[in-house]
């Protein structure tokens, strides 16, 4: 199947922040049979992120603030040469401006599939202005566009009051197609110790309770961008990559639950997937839009 220019033997991706950080874990993720991997979100300059804690688990799933720990793109390129899988990678980036930006995408397309702009991280407040304002994102996204050769992907925040207008900017700035959902706005307080639990106090939701809202989120973009989009938040089940499939997304990208089940879940998850294409007689590009088509 191809989304966006990116040839995958299925929608299943893991997404950025995860695992996609060494040759090794690439080998590990092609093995388990994902269609692609995301990079970890990387910067001109390598960042150490945030101190501990910046993972916590809450009764609705995690919250992390980890504060976009990279290697840097020096180091990272050297990385990629490493690496020996034939499955797709895309590089996650981060700058502060439009400059940044296309300097990171100049340098990284030679390397890699594709690229996905980190517009929409919560608990990093550059990117979150970033990818909250329609102009910023449609100068961001042009650039890295003109500075690339590789298709560039637009990671959209759902902390904004109509997604569809981000989207729309990400279109026309050149996006090849966008990402929904990054993670929600959210934090935990310790009420014994009487302090946020995050170093950060703030960070991101992500597991199965955003599932509903990155839905949404993706049926809202179907019925107003004309790129992929490609489905993010609380994937846990092949059901819920067909809920994502239903609603317009071209693929799905994972993440929270391979740390709640392991690696391997992307095999399972597929199988499965496979068994209902099946009893479908439809392919992955079948179920595309099923459900989003009846309501335009």
């Known amino acids: ?89 895309v590089v996650s980036i981060y700058g502060n401006d439009e400059n940044e930006f296309a300097e990171l995408a100049q340098r ?48 959209l925040t759902p902390n904004v009051a109509d997604i569809t207008k981000i989207g729309l900017a990400a279109q026309e700035g050149g996006a090849d197609a966008v990402c929904a959902i990054n993670t929600v706005k959210a934090m935990a307080i310790d009420i014994y110790q009487e302090h946020p639990i995050l170093s950060n106090i703030g960070g991101g939701l992500s597991g199965p309770a955003i599932k509903p809202i990155g839905v949404r989120a993706v049926w809202d973009l179907a019925g107003a961008v004309d790129i992929p989009i490609i489905g993010i938040g609380g994937i846990a089940s092949w059901e819920d990559v067909v809920e994502y499939l239903y609603s317009g997304a ?10 709640m089940y392991d690696i391997d879940h992307i095999t399972r998850i597929k199988d499965e997937l496979d068994l209902f294409c099946s009893s479908k007689e439809l392919d992955y590009e079948g179920l595309c839009g099923i459900v989003r088509k009846r309501y335009p």
């Open 1 to 89: 199947m191809d989304v966006a220019g990116i040839r995958m033997d299925n929608p299943l991706m893991v997404c950025s922040g995860v695992l996609g950080i060494s040759a090794g874990l690439f080998s590990r993720i092609e093995a388990a049979h994902a269609g692609a991997v995301v990079t970890k979100s990387i910067s001109l300059v390598p960042n150490e992120g945030y101190d501990n804690p910046t993972v916590t688990g809450v009764a609705s799933g995690v919250i992390n603030a980890m504060g976009l720990p990279n290697p840097g793109v020096d180091a990272f390129i050297e990385e990629l040469g490493r690496s020996e899988v034939t499955m797709p990678i």
């Open 108 to 155: 990284l397309s030679p390397h890699c599939s594709a690229l996905e702009l980190n517009l929409s991280c919560p608990h990093a407040g550059g990117l979150l202005a970033i990818g909250q304002d329609p102009d910023l994102v449609e100068r961001v996204v042009r650039a890295a566009k003109e500075a690339s050769n590789v298709p560039v992907l637009a990671k």
């Open 250 to 259: 071209s693929a799905v990208q994972m993440g929270t639950a391979l740390g």
